[in-house]
């Protein structure tokens, strides 16, 4: 299982011993991380799963589709290292991933 | 077919005593009457991709499930906005561009000019002015006495945060929500009779919003949306017609939504007594009333989109060039995607996961703005009050696209002492 971190706006962190087969949004979801709302429930549609990715992660990780590219194109909250959490998959090579949530989701 | 005149006449209400190919859901008496609800049942159950060849806005489908809404919604290359977004067909000689009648990529780029004004950064900033607001407006509602719950809180307080997002005169209020009423109404619906009489009204909001936009090009930026737009790089450069169509956008965008999700939240407590004590005993679960209020309402009833190709869809095939109405306020009550979805539950899990603000790149901009303001005065108001009591049945609006209230009689209960 992954270890995926979870910072809170407040600093407050989530280690999560992560499950795999289901997305990071899912993974914060199912233990409890509060600040991601994911309206939509996982189809990159809502913008409300965003996440900053710490450290050199973000060009580890999957590239950005269309779809999440314009939807984190209208967040106004975006960062040059944004996510939306629900395009991510849990797997084993995220081991150690660090996320940081927006003060906000819009 | 040719029998369009008798087809379009109001039925009565056994959506069984039609055949199914003959049913109409975009009839706005129904909605006027509120007995539209049992037509989408019936489509939900036995068509729910439903093609009906001939209405006062001519062929249609309807997509009446949760699930085949949203792909509509996040398909917008299969299904494009370009043309506009209301079941009915834009005038040709009045046509008014705004952003959420784009596809990508210029709706991308205007929307993000005016996104932060409703960002949540700014919402932040906000928040204690609406409350001030608020409370202005219940301390000055009669106590003990009837009113309409809609002139006196629900269009004064939507009216009121317009006029501030636009830095708009704010004792010449009430043209706001003249406009907006304009810009939707129904012609057999009381307000106007003709066409032109919309367009004169509306070139006088043109006329009387170039004169703000005048006043701050030449200024330096402020935070008011009509400063963003004159001022944006993608925005300042629009012609007369786009500045009135993302104007009225923003307009009706802030102003009858929120205004009949502020009156829905108060019928559907007073529907459900029991939800209505759960409240009184617990203030904290207004955070999740606030999305249940807007689920349960559902005050735009649907988006409308034209297909880019042919596509499937729910097993039917749809042509290029074919008119696709999501109709939300079906989806919102369907019982394959939400559990019990006809009650009123203001604790109801997962209740964000409604489809009132729409999917994909279109939705809602001003969703936080409008949760924001509900979330407010539901807490103003137990703070003061037992309850706000229903007093007569409400006046519904005569449109299938604004689904709200025109008039609700309603009186303030004092917390017992």
């Known amino acids: 299982m992954p270890k ?51 450290g050199d992660w973000f060009d580890k990780l999957p590239e950005i589709d269309a779809m999440e590219e314009s939807m984190l194109g209208l967040n106004t909250m975006r960062e040059t290292n944004s996510r939306l959490s629900c395009q991510l998959d849990s797997t084993d090579e995220l081991d150690g991933l660090v996320l940081q949530l927006p003060e906000f989701q819009g | 077919m040719n029998n369009t005149a008798e087809k379009n006449v109001y039925e009565g209400n ?31 159950k036995e068509d729910p991709v439903h093609y009906c060849s001939d209405s006062e ?37 009045f046509v008014l561009p705004m952003f959420i009648a784009m596809d990508q990529p210029k709706h991308d780029v205007q929307r993000r000019t005016v996104n932060p004004v409703v960002g949540p950064m700014n919402l932040a900033n906000m928040e204690s002015t609406i409350r001030e607001r608020v409370i202005t407006i219940i301390e000055s509602l009669p106590v003990g006495e009837t009113f ?53 009204e509306l070139i ?24 963003m737009l004159a001022h944006g790089e993608s925005t300042r450069n629009m012609q007369p017609m786009e500045y009135l169509g993302n ?48 689920r349960w309402q559902t005050p735009l009833a649907h988006m409308r989109r034209i297909a880019t190709e042919d596509t499937e869809l729910g097993g039917k095939q749809i042509k290029k060039g074919d008119k696709v109405v999501m109709w939300y306020v079906s989806g919102n009550r369907d019982e394959t995607a939400i559990e019990n979805p006809d009650d009123f539950i203001i604790d109801r899990k997962n209740a964000r996961h409604h ?15 409008a949760e924001m303001q ?10 003061r009050f037992h309850s706000v009591q229903v007093m007569g049945e409400p006046t519904y609006i005569r449109s299938a696209f604004v689904k709200g209230y025109a008039h609700l009689p309603v009186k303030l209960v004092p917390l017992e002492s």
């Not at chain 2, 009132?356 to 790149?361: A, C, D, N």
């Open chain 1, 4 to 54: 995926i971190t979870f910072i809170e706006h407040s600093g407050e962190k989530h280690e999560i011993e992560a499950d795999t087969g289901i997305s990071v949004m899912e993974v914060a979801i199912n233990n409890g991380v509060p600040g991601i709302d994911a309206d939509c429930g996982g189809a990159c549609s809502c913008a409300t799963c965003h996440v900053m990715v710490a």
């Open chain 2, 374 to 383: 509900i979330r407010i005065v539901w807490e103003e108001l137990m703070a």
């Open chain 2, 204 to 227: 006088e909001c043109l006329e009387y919003f170039t004169n703000l936009w005048n006043e701050r090009v030449n200024k330096e930026p402020t935070g008011d949306l009509i400063s």
């Open chain 2, 148 to 200: 309409d719950w809609v002139d006196r809180v629900a269009i004064e307080l939507t009216t009121q945060m317009l006029a501030t997002l636009f830095d708009f005169p704010f004792e010449e209020r009430r043209k706001l929500t003249r406009w907006s009423d304009i810009a939707t109404t129904n012609l057999d619906a009381g307000l106007i009779e003709t066409e032109d009489e919309r367009r004169a």
């Open chain 2, 355 to 369: 489809l009132s603000f729409g999917f994909g790149i279109h939705r809602c901009m001003g969703n936080r703005l």
């Open chain 2, 57 to 93: 806005h001519g062929a249609y489908w309807s997509v009446t499930k949760f699930q085949d809404i949203m792909y509509v919604d996040t398909h917008h290359d299969l299904f494009s906005s370009e043309t506009g977004i209301t079941i009915a067909s834009q005038d040709e000689d």
């Open chain 2, 247 to 294: 104007i009225i956008l923003l307009i009706v965008g802030g102003n009858d939504t929120t205004r009949n999700s502020l009156t829905g939240g108060v019928v559907a407590l007073n529907e459900s007594p029991d939800q209505y004590e759960k409240l009184r005993n617990d203030h904290s679960l207004i955070g999740s009333m606030v999305p249940e209020i807007i």
């Open chain 2, 14 to 44: 056994d959506p069984y005593a039609v055949p199914l190919n003959e049913i109409d859901v975009s009839l706005p008496e129904r909605f006027e009457n509120n007995d539209f609800w049992p037509w989408f049942e019936r489509l939900r």
